[in-house]
């Protein structure tokens, strides 16, 4: 300050930018913000190539790299109950270069199903975009001896009934599918049988060594269509395009029988927003493009579009959903 209070002319002209970045609203971005990206942003997928995930990405994976201006690259780090490919995420900075992608389980089951788990998704991620869903379906054998919601309720309203549910393992989407249909009024004897992976227990819905077996519309669609299994319902609160004449498990008589399987996209905690806003961007281009969306489509994937906010919101939910069915089958893996 002078003597006559007035401020020094460089001070002034500091505090005047500074004022004009405050109160404008014109922060500029960090270097690394603003150059963002410039080299190649890797999508970690917790899944082996082939898989259901790997397969949905790599159909956008060109778009992806046409928005980004950078190649895009594909590591799929299976294994741990997703905690392999989100350790190589959370040992990389946070700053978009390691992306993850993922499905319900490894946002909403893994982190309460393993008892070991490293990572809580509401502290270790940002969300940055759902990508599609599809809802479960209730699937059986024709020749079975359930083929039908009649023979279903029939069976489990006999107090010397029994329904043998099959799944791809502990804890995943149709063992607690299963479970929640048990608990619906029924007097039969239900038995969880788990298999190792989508196959065997496809091979065993189609030989009748099981009852019944809940998968997402995606991986049984071709099947449903060539008669290889049937859909009594399906798990969702409405009607499924792809499936249109196949009731939906509230009309059957069970409506908390409901569970999606979906795709979401998250970053490290505290990657700066604006990186987050760009690769949502990416990714919503990706989805956009008809010939990308249609291939997607046809498999039976539903659009679901969120901001990255609403994505944050959205796994929180579903984890809180997800946790106390957890705890209540008593299922708990190493």
Same mark, same amino acid.
């Given at each position: 300050?002078? *003597?006559?209070?007035?401020?020094?002319?460089?001070?002034?002209?500091?505090?005047?930018?500074?004022?004009?970045?405050?109160?404008?609203? *014109? @922060?500029? &971005?960090?270097?690394?913000?603003?150059?963002? &990206?410039?080299?190649?942003? #890797?999508?970690?997928?917790?899944?082996?190539?082939?898989?259901? =995930?790997?397969?949905?990405?790599? @159909? @956008? !994976?060109?778009?992806?790299?046409? #928005?980004?201006?950078?190649?895009? @690259?594909?590591?799929?780090?299976?294994?741990?109950?997703?905690?392999?490919?989100?350790?190589?995420?959370?040992?990389?900075? /946070?700053? !978009?270069?390691?992306?993850? =992608? !993922?499905?319900?389980?490894?946002? %909403? =089951?893994? &982190?309460?199903?393993?008892?070991? $788990?490293?990572?809580?998704?509401? #502290?270790?991620?940002?969300?940055? /975009?759902?990508?599609?869903?599809?809802?479960?379906?209730?699937?059986?054998?024709? %020749?079975?001896?359930?083929?039908?919601?009649? $023979?279903?309720?029939?069976?489990?309203? %006999?107090?010397?009934?029994? =329904?043998?549910y099959g799944s791809f393992g502990s804890g995943t989407a149709p063992h607690l599918l299963g479970h929640m249909l048990s608990r619906g009024g029924s007097r039969a004897k239900f038995t969880h049988v788990p298999y190792k992976g989508f196959p065997p227990v496809m091979q065993a819905i189609m030989t009748q060594e099981i009852d019944l077996l809940f998968d997402a519309v995606p991986g049984t669609l071709n099947l449903m269509k060539t008669g290889k299994v049937i859909p009594l319902a399906v798990a969702d609160s409405s009607r499924n395009s792809h499936l249109p004449n196949v009731p939906t498990t509230a009309e059957i008589g069970f409506p908390s029988l409901v569970m999606d399987f979906w795709l979401g996209v998250a970053v490290k905690k505290g990657t700066p927003r604006p990186i987050i806003n760009k690769i949502h961007e990416a990714f919503e281009y990706a989805l956009s493009n008809p010939e990308n969306w249609k291939k997607l489509s046809d498999q039976g994937y539903s659009r679901v579009s969120m901001s990255p906010e609403k994505f944050d919101a959205f796994v929180r939910d579903e984890g809180s959903k997800m946790k106390p069915l957890i705890v209540e089958t008593g299922v708990s893996i190493e």
């Amino acid at each position: 300050m002078t *003597a006559h209070g007035s401020t020094h002319p460089i001070l002034r002209t500091v505090l005047l930018a500074a004022a004009v970045g405050i109160f404008g609203g *014109a @922060i500029l &971005p960090s270097h690394a913000e603003a150059t963002y &990206p410039n080299k190649p942003i #890797r999508i970690l997928i917790p899944f082996p190539a082939g898989g259901a =995930v790997d397969a949905f990405v790599r @159909i @956008i !994976g060109p778009e992806l790299t046409t #928005r980004m201006g950078q190649p895009v @690259i594909i590591f799929n780090k299976p294994g741990g109950g997703s905690q392999i490919a989100v350790a190589d995420m959370m040992s990389a900075p /946070a700053d !978009g270069y390691s992306v993850f =992608v !993922g499905q319900t389980g490894d946002f %909403s =089951v893994n &982190p309460f199903l393993y008892k070991n $788990s490293t990572y809580l998704p509401t #502290r270790d991620f940002d969300g940055v /975009a759902m990508l599609a869903r599809a809802p479960q379906v209730m699937l059986t054998n024709v %020749s079975g001896k359930i083929n039908s919601v009649q $023979s279903l309720k029939q069976t489990m309203s %006999s107090a010397d009934g029994s =329904v043998l549910y099959g799944s791809f393992g502990s804890g995943t989407a149709p063992h607690l599918l299963g479970h929640m249909l048990s608990r619906g009024g029924s007097r039969a004897k239900f038995t969880h049988v788990p298999y190792k992976g989508f196959p065997p227990v496809m091979q065993a819905i189609m030989t009748q060594e099981i009852d019944l077996l809940f998968d997402a519309v995606p991986g049984t669609l071709n099947l449903m269509k060539t008669g290889k299994v049937i859909p009594l319902a399906v798990a969702d609160s409405s009607r499924n395009s792809h499936l249109p004449n196949v009731p939906t498990t509230a009309e059957i008589g069970f409506p908390s029988l409901v569970m999606d399987f979906w795709l979401g996209v998250a970053v490290k905690k505290g990657t700066p927003r604006p990186i987050i806003n760009k690769i949502h961007e990416a990714f919503e281009y990706a989805l956009s493009n008809p010939e990308n969306w249609k291939k997607l489509s046809d498999q039976g994937y539903s659009r679901v579009s969120m901001s990255p906010e609403k994505f944050d919101a959205f796994v929180r939910d579903e984890g809180s959903k997800m946790k106390p069915l957890i705890v209540e089958t008593g299922v708990s893996i190493e």
